[in-house]
T-cell receptor
Framework: AQKITQTQPGMFVQEKEAVTLDCTYDTSDQSYGLFWYKQPSSGEMIFLIYQGSYDEQNATEGRYSLNFQKARKSANLVISASQLGDSAMYFCAMRVRGAQKLVFGQGTRLTINP | DSGVTQTPKHLITATGQRVTLRCSPRSGDLSVYWYQQSLDQGLQFLIQYYNGEERAKGNILERFSAQQFPDLHSELNLSSLELGDSALYFC????????????FGPGTRLLVL
């Protein structure tokens, strides 16, 4: 079975600081994908970034980067130069090859303080 | 805007009733996924359709059913509703059933009283 663990229920960060949101995963499959989604208070789920298990480079998308450490089974999201609009719930998710569903972690609530 | 649309945005109903949630995938996407988000269970996969056919089933109750129509829109039917069915229901879509990113709609917030 696949499992995603996000150990930080909440984080508080000052505006313009960088922030790292932790995600560890558990799977015996060799081929899988890792995703991060953002859920603002309005409720929608916004895709942020994707990392494939065979990707050699860490994924980056603008201010978002994924610190992928395969041996440690971790896929931490790094947000550089945080902004007030980054305040939201952040979910890490995984999908293994052949499976259709995303398995989500419990999420981290990030609050950016001015 | 992900391009996935869901209606209605909010739904308030009573126990024992039946409701239908509607989803239109992004243009060109063939797969539709349904997820339920509740406080106690988190985000749970319910069911997936690909080009009109059921492809995968998750933690979907027997009281719940879904289908995907020829125009690729999908409906999730929830019947004999219970208080515990109150949740945010998401539809997501992707082009195929592969490893593509799933793009989520805005969700339907269901409240069962």
């Amino acid at each position: 079975a696949q499992k995603i663990t996000q150990t930080q229920p909440g984080m508080f960060v000052q505006e313009k600081e960088a922030v790292t949101l932790d995600c560890t995963y558990d799977t015996s499959d060799q081929s899988y994908g890792l995703f991060w989604y953002k859920q603002p208070s309005s409720g929608e789920m916004i895709f942020l970034i994707y990392q494939g298990s065979y990707d050699e480079q860490n994924a980056t998308e603008g201010r978002y980067s994924l610190n992928f450490q395969k041996a440690r089974k971790s896929a931490n999201l790094v947000i550089s130069a945080s902004q007030l609009g980054d305040s939201a719930m952040y979910f890490c998710a995984m999908r293994v090859r052949g499976a259709q569903k995303l398995v989500f972690g419990q999420g981290t609530r990030l609050t950016i303080n001015p | 805007d992900s391009g996935v649309t869901q209606t209605p945005k909010h739904l308030i109903t009573a126990t024992g009733q039946r409701v239908t949630l509607r989803c239109s995938p992004r243009s060109g996407d063939l797969s539709v996924y349904w997820y339920q988000q509740s406080l106690d269970q988190g985000l749970q996969f319910l069911i997936q359709y690909y080009n009109g056919e059921e492809r995968a089933k998750g933690n979907i109750l027997e009281r719940f059913s879904a289908q995907q129509f020829p125009d690729l829109h999908s409906e999730l039917n929830l019947s004999s509703l219970e208080l515990g069915d109150s949740a945010l229901y998401f539809c997501a879509s992707s082009y195929t059933s592969g490893r593509e990113t799933q793009y989520f709609g805005p969700g339907t917030r269901l409240l069962v009283l």
